[in-house]
């Protein structure tokens, strides 16, 4: 008797659903729906994206330190079986990476997921030993609604926790310590100041 190995999902199988405008991603070769943003989420992901952007989305130099490109809703594939639609990541411009198609092969130097109600999991636990396998440098985790940010450093053992903050909070948080953040400003809670 021959017993079957399920076939592992694809980026190939994400690409079908897209043109149904399905948000999804493979984890450990399933394809598994992403959850429609609450509004606490998108706006958090909007304001990260304004707070980071202003400062690092450009060459070095200036006012502000530079030395990024930013994306957000971008899909990553890490592994044939592991293709994430991050909420927002970075990558540094001294690499040189090449961020050109659909999805980006390069391995981001900043990967920050939001957490959404039910899909804890795959931020913390799937997502987690994927990017710390790629030797991701730096994964940041924030939580919307409960308004809390972990930041993370890659190490040989596994990431380790280099700061926990809540909204009332003003960090430099890795990698972007050359400036500080106020935490609520990230969650669009309040305005951001110069």
Known sequence: MTVRSPVLATFADLQVLAVDDV??????????????????HGGAQCALGTVLGRRFHRSPGGRWPGGWWFCSAIDVEYE????????????????????????????????????????????????????????????????????????HRWEPDGYLVVHAAGEADVVRAEPFEAVELRVAALFGIEEDEE
């Open 23 to 40: 948000r999804a991603e493979v984890i450990h070769g399933v394809v598994v729906e992403k959850a429609r943003p609450s509004s606490e």
């Open 80 to 151: 044939s079986h592991e293709a994430y639609c991050h909420d927002a990541a970075g990558w540094r411009r001294d690499r040189g990476a090449a961020l050109t198609g659909w999805p980006i092969r390069t391995r981001p130097d900043w990967v920050c997921e939001l957490l959404s109600p039910g899909y804890t999991r795959r931020d913390l636990v799937d997502k987690f030993q994927v990017l710390h396998r790629h030797r991701v440098p730096h994964y940041w985790i924030a939580d919307p609604q409960e308004r809390w940010l972990h930041v």
